[in-house]
Nanobody, 121 residues
């Protein structure tokens, strides 16, 4: 059993900053990758940023230069620092992790419960 628990999020004015975090716990042998998706009302879920075990990162074009993803491999936690926020960043942010529960076992994707980020004046 694996759980992803998100924290952070909230309301921020345009141009402001916000951070969200996501901690994985449970039956974890290794975590191949962690990251964040978001879903705005009426839109499909889209990848925001991802980070693999070797700390290689990737970002959606819309957030490059504004968002920074990082990871604590000891705490099994992924962070997303969001700067210069825009109203179009408003969405529910979901963390994910690709986790292997035991050596040689399958790597499965798990999701957090989602946290609301609202950018508005």
């Amino acid at each position: 059993q694996v759980q992803l628990v998100e924290s952070g999020g909230g309301l921020v004015q345009p141009g402001g900053s916000l951070s969200v975090s996501c901690a994985a716990s449970g039956s974890i042998f290794s975590i191949n990758a962690m990251g964040w998706y978001r879903q705005a009302p009426g839109k499909e879920r889209e990848l925001v940023a991802g980070i693999i075990s070797g700390s290689s990162t990737n970002y959606a074009d819309s957030v490059k230069g504004r968002f920074t993803i990082s990871r604590d491999n000891v705490q099994n936690t992924v962070y997303l620092r969001m700067n210069s926020l825009k109203p179009e960043d408003t969405a529910v942010y979901y963390c994910y992790a690709i986790i292997r529960g035991y050596p040689g076992g399958p790597a499965n994707r798990y999701w957090g419960q989602g946290t609301q980020v609202t950018v508005s004046s």
